[in-house]
């Protein structure tokens, strides 16, 4: 079954860990996202990539990386967590379907934590 | 700059009490808009897009309408299931990107 899939789904770790945040899809997309969401508010995006190899910020300044090396694979990394950090954090695909191109879909999430 | 504002930003209804929800955007040439819904703690779930002024898009009890301006997402006789945080955004011309509103957190009350 196609889907997109975000590990691990809780994070709770302390200051100055680093940590990386999994994303994988099974749709068949080439474009891939990373957003940020905090309790009650929009959605902001942190990072995307159009294909492999080929990676940009978003409008959201963060402190996190990420890296395509895979067409499925879009992972995040924090170097060194900070309480700042702590967040929920969506992963999204969309794909080159002439009717869907633009539509996004979204994984569970990781709700990250940082002591 | 793409802006969204959804309102309002909470919404109660008593389970058959239909309403509206209002999505006002400012774009640079519309690509899409989209609605979509947001369980508690988990990914948003995409429920539709509309492309241009005119276009209507249903499903089941939800019905999402599009002007020049803005969107509207009607319910019509809601159910408790239908409880979530509602979700609008737009893409703008030469952009895959997404600009998200804050949302409408729907109660749906039996």
């Known amino acids: 079954e196609a889907d997109i899939y975000q590990t691990p789904r809780y994070l709770v770790i302390g200051t100055g860990k680093k940590i990386t945040l999994e994303c994988s899809q099974t749709?068949?997309?080439?474009?891939m996202y990373w957003y940020q969401q905090d309790p009650g508010m929009e959605l902001h995006l942190i990072h995307y990539?159009?294909?492999?190899?080929?990676?940009e910020k978003g409008d959201l300044s963060s402190e996190s990386t990420v890296s395509r090396i895979r067409t499925e694979h879009f992972p995040l990394t924090l170097e060194s967590a900070r309480p700042s950090h702590t967040s929920q954090y969506l992963c999204a695909s969309s794909g080159l379907a002439p009717s869907s191109y633009n539509e996004q879909f979204f994984g569970p999430g990781t709700r990250l934590t940082v002591l | 700059e793409d802006q969204v504002t959804q309102s309002p930003e909470a919404l109660r209804l008593q389970e058959g009490e239909s309403s509206s929800l209002n999505c006002s955007y400012t774009v640079s040439g519309l690509r899409g808009l989209f609605w979509y819904r947001q369980d508690p703690g988990k990914g948003p779930e995409f429920l539709f897009t509309?492309?241009?002024a005119g276009e209507e898009k249903e499903k089941e009890r939800l019905k999402a309408t599009l002007t020049k301006k803005e969107s509207f997402l009607h319910i019509t006789a809601p159910k408790p299931e239908d409880s979530a945080t509602y979700l609008c955004a737009v893409s703008g011309a030469g952009s895959y990107q997404l600009t998200f509103g804050k949302g409408t957190k729907l109660s749906v009350i039996p």
């Open positions: 749709m068949g997309h080439d474009k």
């Open positions: 990539s159009y294909g492999v190899n080929s990676t």
């Open positions: 509309l492309y241009s």
